[in-house]
């Protein structure tokens, strides 16, 4: 079997989700199009993962149906951006005469009700609510630099309820598109699975499914193309190697915000703990290949 690679794709990729498409979002998609077929001719699987941000905040904007719950839009974006993936890569491959075909997959994933996020919600969700809306829902509301929003709870991943669907289709040579928007939160009570109103980090989801499928690489692919210490500041720094304990320490130093890099180099951090002989790697679209022998990006390692 080939050696397998989670592949994240950055919310920069994806086209917005009323269907238009504008240069750069097209430039960036194509870019990760070729990341995947280059991956797939130096003989590896690739499983996508998506985020799914802008298109869940659209679709609540657009649908006054207060009745649909978070969970269900999460799983509509994962069919809808899963389709749009799905089309343009299985046309690349066709042309490419290469032989895998994509699968999409509606993925679960089973979070604790006991998670503290919970008490806390803190990751704004929709459109910015009038003052009526503030005055008529029964949400957690927080005041963000664009106007009041909903809020809901980030809980961590426990368990990828799919996971097996998901090793299936990467045996049978599926390039595997899962785990759309960090997955579809649900909790288990009472011997039932129920959907919740939370997000989960695609990059946390990410990173536990590439531990589950016991992958050889995590590549989290965004629009920085690699990491920096002390960023933006005339002294920034750009590194092309990351220790985990070097990491950790920028972690600590603030270095790594929580609203930006923050999540991804903890995703990172999380993988090679896990499984320390991992390559977790950082890049823009585009670089994937050279990011694998070094020469782009950044990989953090358990070495020092």
């Given at each position: 079997?080939?050696?397998?690679?989670?592949?994240?794709?950055?919310?920069?990729?994806?086209?917005?989700?009323?269907?238009?498409?504008?240069?750069?979002?097209?430039?960036?998609?194509?870019?990760?199009?070729?990341?995947?077929?280059?991956?797939?001719?130096?003989?590896?699987?690739?499983?996508?993962?998506?985020?799914?941000?802008?298109?869940?905040?659209?679709?609540?904007?657009?649908?006054?149906?207060?009745?649909?719950?978070?969970?269900?839009?999460?799983?509509?974006?994962?069919?809808?951006?899963?389709h749009t993936l799905s089309?343009?890569?299985?046309?690349?491959?066709?042309?490419?005469?290469?032989?895998?075909?994509?699968?999409?997959?509606?993925?679960?994933?089973?979070?604790?009700?006991?998670?503290?996020?919970?008490?806390?919600?803190?990751?704004?969700?929709?459109?910015?609510?009038?003052?009526?809306?503030?005055?008529?829902?029964?949400?957690?509301?927080?005041?963000?630099?664009?106007g009041p929003r909903r809020?809901?709870?980030?809980?961590?991943?426990?368990?990828?309820?799919?996971?097996?669907?998901?090793?299936?289709?990467?045996?049978?040579?599926?390039?595997?598109?899962?785990?759309?928007?960090?997955?579809?939160?649900?909790?288990?009570?009472?011997?039932?699975?129920?959907?919740?109103?939370?997000?989960?980090?695609?990059?946390?989801?990410?990173?536990?499914?590439?531990?589950?499928?016991?992958?050889?690489?995590?590549?989290?692919?965004?629009?920085?193309?690699?990491?920096?210490?002390?960023?933006?500041?005339?002294?920034?720094?750009?590194?092309?190697?990351?220790?985990?304990?070097?990491?950790?320490?920028?972690?600590?130093?603030?270095?790594?915000?929580?609203?930006?890099?923050?999540?991804?180099?903890?995703?990172?951090?999380?993988?090679?703990?896990?499984?320390?002989?991992?390559?977790?790697?950082?890049?823009?679209?585009?670089?994937?290949?050279?990011?694998?022998?070094?020469?782009?990006?950044?990989?953090?390692?358990?070495?020092?």
């Amino acid at each position: 079997m080939s050696k397998i690679v989670v592949y994240a794709i950055g919310g920069n990729a994806l086209a917005p989700p009323d269907g238009s498409s504008d240069g750069e979002h097209a430039l960036v998609l194509a870019k990760v199009m070729s990341d995947v077929v280059d991956l797939l001719e130096a003989g590896w699987s690739v499983v996508l993962t998506h985020g799914n941000g802008p298109q869940v905040g659209e679709l609540m904007a657009l649908d006054s149906d207060v009745s649909h719950t978070m969970d269900a839009w999460v799983a509509a974006t994962q069919g809808m951006i899963g389709h749009t993936l799905s089309l343009q890569l299985n046309s690349i491959l066709k042309h490419r005469h290469r032989p895998e075909r994509t699968a999409v997959v509606l993925t679960r994933v089973l979070v604790d009700e006991n998670d503290p996020a919970f008490a806390l919600p803190t990751k704004p969700v929709g459109p910015v609510l009038s003052a009526q809306e503030v005055m008529e829902r029964d949400w957690d509301i927080a005041t963000t630099v664009h106007g009041p929003r909903r809020v809901v709870a980030s809980p961590l991943p426990k368990t990828i309820l799919d996971l097996d669907v998901i090793r299936t289709l990467v045996e049978q040579r599926a390039v595997v598109i899962c785990g759309g928007g960090g997955g579809i939160p649900v909790v288990e009570q009472e011997r039932h699975y129920n959907g919740i109103p939370a997000v989960i980090d695609k990059d946390r989801l990410s990173s536990l499914l590439a531990v589950d499928l016991n992958a050889e690489a995590l590549i989290i692919s965004t629009g920085i193309q690699s990491v920096y210490t002390n960023f933006g500041q005339e002294d920034q720094v750009e590194h092309r190697h990351l220790s985990l304990n070097e990491a950790k320490k920028h972690l600590e130093d603030g270095q790594f915000p929580a609203g930006s890099m923050g999540p991804k180099i903890n995703s990172m951090l999380e993988a090679i703990t896990a499984q320390p002989s991992m390559r977790s790697i950082l890049c823009q679209p585009g670089d994937a290949l050279s990011a694998m022998r070094g020469d782009a990006g950044t990989t953090l390692s358990q070495d020092d």
